[in-house]
Structures are given as C-alpha cells and as structure tokens.
C-alpha cells in the first residue's frame, strides 16, 4: 500500500491543527504587553498569562496520566485520534469565544479563564496530534514528518504576532485600546477553532483506535532517560517561551535597544519565525530518503526562502485604515543570514543524531543568551531574535529521545511529556520577578540556566540505565 499517497490529505489537514495551535500559543506574547494598557498590571500580574495557559498543560496532562495509569486505558486510544483531534478543536473554540463574554465582565482574571479553557483545548491536541504525526506515514520517516508538522507549528507562531497586533491595534480597535479589540480577535479564532473541528470530524483521516491495555502503575518512573527527559522538555519550553514573552520587553527597554512596542511586536516574529526555518531545514536534514546533496541543497533553499518571507509580511503595515508596505532598513536583519548559515552548519555538526544535535543547538543558544545578556544597541537586537533558530529542534529531538524504548509505558511517558510543557507557565514567572526586582536584561539569566540543563541532558541525560550499565 502507497501510505504516501493515501495519507497526504490527512497529512496536510493535520499540519493545520499544528498551525493554528502555534498561532494561538504565540498569542499570549502579544496579550502580556496588551493587557498591561488595557489593565495597568504589573510584570508579574502580567505573567499570569503564560501561567494561566501552560499551567493548564501540567493539570489536564496530570488528569490524563492519572486516569490512564489507574485504569490501564488510554482515554485517546478508546476513542481515536481522530475523534480526540475534534474534541479537542471544539474546546479551544470555546476558551476563544468565552473572551467576549470576559470582555463584558471587564475582569482581567475572567480573561485569565478563558485561556486555561483554550489551553486545555491544546493540551489535548497536542497529546494527540503529536503522535498521529508519527504514525501517519512510511516507518523511517517519523521524526522527518513531526519536524514538518512542526515547521507549520511555527509558523503560526511566526504569523500570530503579526496578525494579532494588526486585528488588536487596527482593525477592531476603536480608537481607543480595550478588552473588547481583543475579544473580537479571539471571537473570529473561536470561530476557525469550532470550523476545523467539524472539518477533522466528517474527514477521512484515519482514526488509529487501539484497545490494547496499557500497563498501570507507576514503572514509567523507573525509566532514566524519560525522568530526565521530563526536566529537559520543563527547562525547554520555559526557556524559549520565558523568551517569547519578555522579548519585546527587552526590545522596548531604552538601556539596551530602545524600539517602539508595535515594532517590537513585529520582531518577535523572527524569534518565532527562527524555530519554524530550524524545523523545515531539520524535515530535511533528518529526511532517510534524501541525498546528502538534495538534503543540503533544501535546507539552505527553505532558509533563504522563509527569512524573506518573514522580512517581507513584517513589513506589511496598517496605516490610517489601509495596508502599505514598510519593510525595516535591509541592514538592520541582514545579520540575521549569518545566524541561518550557523544552523545550516550546526544541523551538519549533529549528523542527524538527536543528542548530539541537542547539545550543538544548546550550546550555541546558551552562547548567544550570554550575549544577549551583557550587550547593547545592534548586537543585542540580533542575537536575541536569532536564539529561535537553536530552539528549533529542542521539542522533537528531547521527545524522541525521552520516549525511546520505553514499550509499553510509551503512551504514559508522551502524557507526562507534554504535562512538563509546565515550564511555560513557571519560568516566565520566575523571570516576571527579576524583571521587577532588577530589570528585563539581567532577567534572561533564567533560559540561560535552562540551556545549561538541555546540553547535560544531551551528554548523559538521555541515556537509558541499560546504557549506563
């Protein structure tokens, strides 16, 4: 059977679901610097956003592994993948539709509801659609197809910002900045959410139901290589959406860059955007079935052809009602070529082996956050957009190697993965504070601690205790 042929229109509506939940995620960037006009918060009633939506993370993941290890019976598994895809579509239509009725309270915490709703709706999705990525093609080719699926992750995460500032600021702002310019916004994502859902429903895509009993208990535990893997995907996603969240923060502060927070916004779209030109070089990279010559020819095509994309929507701006195209003097981002070239060579470096590849980013991360950490002026505007290039294949390659022969307890240990997605939801907070206590530069010490931790986990953390042996 051709399982290309067969499973590409599945394949593409499933890029979409991962689209729409980056694009959503990324939001929470744009709300944390929204809300504080709209609400007068501080940086730590601000951070409540990302802790609100990440903390959702930890508690529905929690709730599924504890229902799945008590009774040995994957609730996905009972009802499909494809079913769990709808169900989970539906749920984040309604976080984003509750925020017009948030609007109407007028209550920054009735806001703060509204995205644990969505944020559940995502969780879900993510527990699903991760590993329907896996499954939905040719043996061989998986962790290629889950960086693809992944490169459309990012790319909502690129678009979000751009979007959402333009549908916040211009097109339902009544001149005044309020609660309702956002709950519109999210009233038309609510819409889009409810609309996929119905679409994943009445699909073709394949359900994948498995009714085989899962082993309860606590065993997973005993795995190293997982119990060291949920610290590293803790310490990964909080580093980068610790950055995410407080980089236009860091843009905006007249000591380091100095940026207007409109444009600021508009920038974070190329820390986002780095993750989504590290993915779609690592679908090639990691691609069995490519040359060393198709592979390299691809990933330097698919870096040129993205970084201009960015450069050219994000200079797409809204003035006095209509759209015009302002793209930032081409000097001022093209250092930013420089940083593509290094991850075209770190990709080489790592040679397709996911540890090695992990330390090889992390390093370079950990590098340019130092960096980011002391400079000023150009230097610091470069390199703390360029960090999202390195984060790029941290969720793939720490989640592959987490769940590595893990058998029967691989259900357990993907639920438990995505629970540590928590990280989100701590280390911005963590941040929030220094933030208030010192300032924004000195507060980017935090992912630089969690670099740290990723390059020990791709050294030894990873290693099973039958390695060890």
Not at 147 to 159: I, K, R, V
Not at 234 to 262: H, N, P, R
Not at 429 to 435: E, F, K, L
Not at 455 to 460: A, V
């Amino acid at each position: 059977m051709n399982t290309k042929k067969n499973y590409s229109k599945s394949f593409s509506l499933l890029t979409s679901l991962f689209f729409m939940w980056g694009f959503i995620t990324v939001m929470n960037d744009i709300l944390i610097n929204t809300f504080k006009g709209v609400f007068d918060l501080t940086p730590t009633q601000r951070a409540l956003i990302q802790f609100s939506f990440f903390g959702a993370f930890f508690i529905i993941s929690l709730i599924y592994y504890l229902i799945s290890s008590s009774s040995g019976k994957d609730p996905i598994n009972k009802i499909g993948y494809k079913n769990g895809m709808a169900i989970s579509l539906l749920i984040c239509g309604i976080g984003c539709i509750s925020f017009f009725g948030s609007a109407h309270l007028n209550s920054y915490y009735s806001f703060l509801i509204s995205l644990f709703i969505l944020a559940s709706g995502v969780t879900l999705l993510q527990i699903c659609a991760n590993p329907y990525a896996t499954i939905l093609g040719n043996k061989g080719s998986e962790s290629s197809r889950l960086n693809l699926a992944q490169g459309f992750n990012s790319l909502g995460t690129t678009l979000g910002p751009i979007v959402g500032t333009i549908l916040i600021y211009k097109v339902f702002s009544t001149g005044e900045l309020n609660a309702f310019s956002i709950s519109k916004t999210y009233l038309a994502y609510g819409i889009i959410f409810v609309v996929l859902a119905l679409v994943v429903k009445f699909s073709n895509m394949p359900s994948f139901q498995n009714t085989e009993k899962i082993e309860s208990g606590g065993g997973v535990f005993k795995h190293r290589q997982l119990t060291l893997g949920i610290l590293a995907i803790f310490f990964y996603v909080g580093s980068e959406v610790a950055i995410g969240s407080w980089i236009v923060e860091y843009l905006k502060d007249d000591t380091i860059v100095g940026m207007t927070e409109e444009n600021a916004s508009y920038f974070l779209s190329f820390f986002w955007g780095g993750l989504m030109i590290g993915r779609l070089m690592a679908s090639y990279a990691l691609n069995v079935e490519l040359t060393k010559r198709k592979k390299y020819f691809s990933m330097a095509i698919v870096g040129l052809i993205v970084f201009f994309g960015i450069y050219l929507v994000t200079g797409i701006k809204m003035h006095e009602g209509s759209f015009a195209f302002h793209p930032v003097p081409f000097g001022n981002i093209a250092m930013y070529l420089a940083f593509i070239a290094l991850c075209f060579v770190a990709f080489i470096l790592g040679e397709g082996k996911a540890s090695k590849s992990l330390v090889i980013f992390s390093v370079i991360n950990f590098i340019l956050l130092t960096i980011a950490l002391l400079a000023k002026g150009q230097l610091a505007f470069i390199v703390i957009i360029s960090t999202g290039l390195f984060f790029s294949i941290g969720w793939t390659n720490i989640f592959s190697l987490a769940i590595n022969n893990l058998g029967k307890y691989t259900s357990q240990g993907s639920s438990l993965l995505v629970m540590a997605v928590v990280g989100g939801a701590i280390l911005p907070m963590i941040q929030s504070v220094i933030i208030e206590k010192v300032n924004v530069q000195t507060s980017f010490i935090i992912p630089i601690i969690g670099m740290l931790y990723l390059i020990f986990y791709g050294i030894s953390g990873y290693k099973s205790n039958e390695i060890l042996k």
